[in-house]
Each structure stands twice: as C-alpha cells, then as structure tokens.
C-alpha cells in the first residue's frame, strides 16, 4: 500500500518569512495529494490539492509542487503570518483506491 | 449548509465495553470515509463507503471494528471489547463522489477514552 513520509516534524520560521514542508509517497499510481491544515483542537481542512497532471498550483500565498517521477510534492506559505500557525498533513490517494494516506504532520511554529 | 456531524463529541468508556460512533455526512454526499488520530500522529484509514457499499474493510485494525451506512447518509462505527489502544479521536469524512481527488470534507471528530 502507499506509505507517505512528511518532513519536518516542527518547522519554526519568522513571521513574514517563507515555510516549506515536504513530503515522499511510493505508490507511483497515486495521482492526488492534498494539504490539510489542522488547528488545535479543530477538524482538518483542506487547503490547496494538486493532481498528477499539473506540476504546481498556486492560491495566494500557499503553492504546492509536483515531482512525479521523484515522488515527492511540497508546500510552501509565503509571507507567514501567525495564523498559519498549526499542523499541516499531506496526503496521497490513488483517486479510485482507499481513502487518503496521511504523512504525519508537520507542527508549524510563527515566531512573532 | 450544514458540515459533517458527529456524534458523541466525547466518549469515555471502560475496557471491555462497546461503543458507537455516529456520522452525519453533508447532505448529497455519496462518499464517507472514516479515519483515526491518535495523540500527535497523523490521521490512519480506516475504511469507506460508497453509497451504502463498503468494498474493502482491510484497513480497520480488527475484527472489533466494524461499520455501516444505511440510506446513503448516516454511518456508525462499532467498537466491540474496546482495549486502551483503541484509545483516538475518529473522524468522519464526507465527499461528494468517491475517487478522481473529490475533496474530503471533515467532521469534527470523536474523541473515545479507554479507562
């Protein structure tokens, strides 16, 4: 089955200055890879996706990146600001398979 | 309009007794998906349903667990005999159609103690 590592675990970074969290998947069949962003104590959200036929994507301050033949896709928060503050999770999917595999999140910190 | 719903917000329950967790997925939503997070980690599959229909039941941790979903809509999750590992939030998920990266909409999760 698919297996998704996500780096780093923490990721501390100034206010205004640029975050990037990373993420590997194996089964080259997946074909979608979502962002979710989880406050404390609240639902994940989806906050940007990507499918496997485009290379990046970008939404105001947030991109996400695809290297397919890598396996390995990020996202990156633009001109941080504290409330992107939060866990983030990337995940995979086949798009037709099982449901989404999570990595296992990345706690970001914005230093004021 | 209304998000997916879930129901009990919190559980504790005694080692040895069953549960049943409930999920109300958006309304129209075809897909529900249930997941697992334990403290800090990231969210594991559990299993989903299209329609009424669970294909593949190979994701949930055991024989204890099992689930269902009637009329298209409202799904609960059993645990039988729960153990202290089985101690998570569990989150229910709804998305429009099942596959081709229809986006998955959250509920806000129940969180179960295992005493």
């Known amino acids: 089955g698919e297996n998704v590592e996500q780096h780093p675990s923490t990721l501390s970074v100034q206010e205004g200055d640029s975050a990037v969290i990373k993420c590997t998947y194996s089964?080259?069949?997946?074909?979608?890879f979502p962002w979710y962003k989880q406050e404390l104590g609240k639902r994940p959200q989806l906050i940007i996706d990507?499918?496997?036929?485009?290379g990046e994507k970008k939404d105001q301050r947030i991109a996400v990146t695809l290297n397919k033949t890598a396996k390995h896709f990020s996202l990156h928060i633009t001109e941080t600001q504290p409330e992107d503050s939060a866990v983030y999770f990337c995940?995979?999917?086949?798009?037709?398979?099982?449901?989404?595999?999570f990595g296992k999140g990345t706690h970001l910190i914005i230093q004021p | 309009g209304a998000g997916v719903s879930q129901s009990p917000s919190n559980k504790v329950t005694e080692k040895g007794k069953d549960v049943e967790l409930r999920c109300d997925p958006i309304?129209?939503?075809?897909?529900l998906y249930w997941y697992r997070q334990s403290l800090g980690q990231g969210l594991e599959f559990l299993i989903y349903f299209q329609g009424n229909s669970a294909p593949d039941k190979s994701g949930l941790p055991s024989d204890r667990f099992s689930a269902e979903r009637t009329g298209g809509s409202v799904s609960t999750l059993t645990i039988q005999r729960t153990q202290q590992e089985d101690s998570a939030v569990y989150l229910c998920?709804?998305?429009?159609?099942?596959?081709?990266?229809?986006?998955?909409?959250f509920g806000p999760g129940t969180r179960l103690t295992v005493t």
């Open positions: 990507i499918r496997s036929n485009v």
């Open positions: 998920a709804s998305s429009l159609y099942y596959g081709q990266g229809y986006e998955q909409y």
């Open positions: 089964d080259s069949a997946s074909n979608y």
């Open positions: 309304s129209g939503h075809t897909a």
């Open positions: 995940a995979a999917s086949e798009g037709g398979a099982d449901g989404l595999t």
